[in-house]
């Protein structure tokens, strides 16, 4: 199947789209934190909590570059976790090339440095790097009144507690409840700025893990959620394979951007009432 590369209708009443990524996150763990402010997004949306997986190398660098450029490792080029400056940013045509070829404002809010290498800097209007949960939300909630079309923000905690403490340890289910009060208070400043009802809010995260490791053992380290909630958006549990390369053709496909003939990213049409394509029989980049 060809996906062509050009502009599709923007999904009615979406005019930002707001991608969420908590570093690490197991979608085990959402309940048991618990974390309620996404529970909320959860009940009132489309997800899946046991069908969406990162790629084959579920690290942080490479799985975001694949998660905001909607293809594999193998053509984004970025397979270290770690940023090389002499390596460049991640390869092809991703969801900032696009939002900013369309004029859109964009930008990151990030918890780790290396993220850079994600989009070249002359696509994101604004990129910041604030260290914690709660200089994350207090950055994103003093940008928010300046107006956005597409921003991501990454949350870095659960991954680091996982290292130290391990994954579903008491500090690592500490920290997703602190990622989550940061997500209410993201939510809440939409509803205050009037953005909220015309926000398409996708979260999701890069990789999960176990003990203190997300080496690709165990399918707890490839297994990740998926959660998109907001206008245009059925509340339903999603049935679909999903590949994290598929959150950028989601948002590209939301926001009417045109869709790139060599993602390896499909939109997950079911979230929009659309009949199910199957580009993928088992998970993608994997």
């Known amino acids: 199947m060809v996906l062509p590369a050009t502009a599709t209708p923007q999904v009615a009443g979406v005019q930002r789209v707001l991608i969420v990524s908590y570093d690490g996150m197991r979608p085990d763990a959402i309940a048991l934190a618990p974390m309620p402010n996404l529970l909320g997004l959860i009940d009132q949306g489309a997800y899946t909590l046991t069908n969406a997986q990162t790629i084959d190398y579920p690290a942080t660098l490479p799985s975001h570059a694949s998660m905001l450029s909607g293809l594999c490792m193998d053509k984004t080029g970025i397979y270290l976790d770690k940023y090389f400056a002499y390596m ?9 090339d696009l939002a900013h070829a369309a004029g859109m404002r964009t930008v990151m809010v990030v918890g780790k440095s290396k993220l850079r290498q994600l989009a070249e800097p002359e696509t994101t209007d604004v990129f910041e790097i604030d260290y914690g949960e709660k200089a994350i939300s207090k950055a994103v909630v003093e940008l928010i009144p300046s107006g956005f079309d597409l921003m991501f923000v990454h949350f ?3 991954d680091l507690r996982g290292h130290k403490y391990g ?11 602190d990622g989550d009060v940061a997500l209410g208070e993201i939510l809440q400043a939409l509803d205050d700025n009037g953005l909220r009802a015309g926000t398409l809010i996708l979260v999701t995260a890069d990789h999960g893990g176990h003990d203190k490791s997300h080496i690709g053992t165990t399918i707890e380290d490839f297994r990740i959620p998926w959660i998109l ?4 958006i059925l509340h339903k549990e999603l049935t679909s394979t999903i590949g994290t390369v598929d959150t950028a053709a989601s948002a590209a496909y939301a926001l ?8 390896d990213g499909i939109p997950v049409y079911e979230a929009f009432g659309r009949p199910i394509i199957k580009k993928h029989d088992s998970p993608p980049c994997r």
């Open 156 to 158: 870095a905690g659960p």
């Open 167 to 177: 994954w579903m340890s008491d500090a690592y289910l500490k920290v997703m409840r």
């Open 88 to 96: 460049g940013y991640s390869q092809g045509v991703d969801i900032f």
């Open 256 to 263: 009417g951007l045109p869709l790139q003939a060599d993602w």
């Open 229 to 232: 909630s907001g206008p245009g």
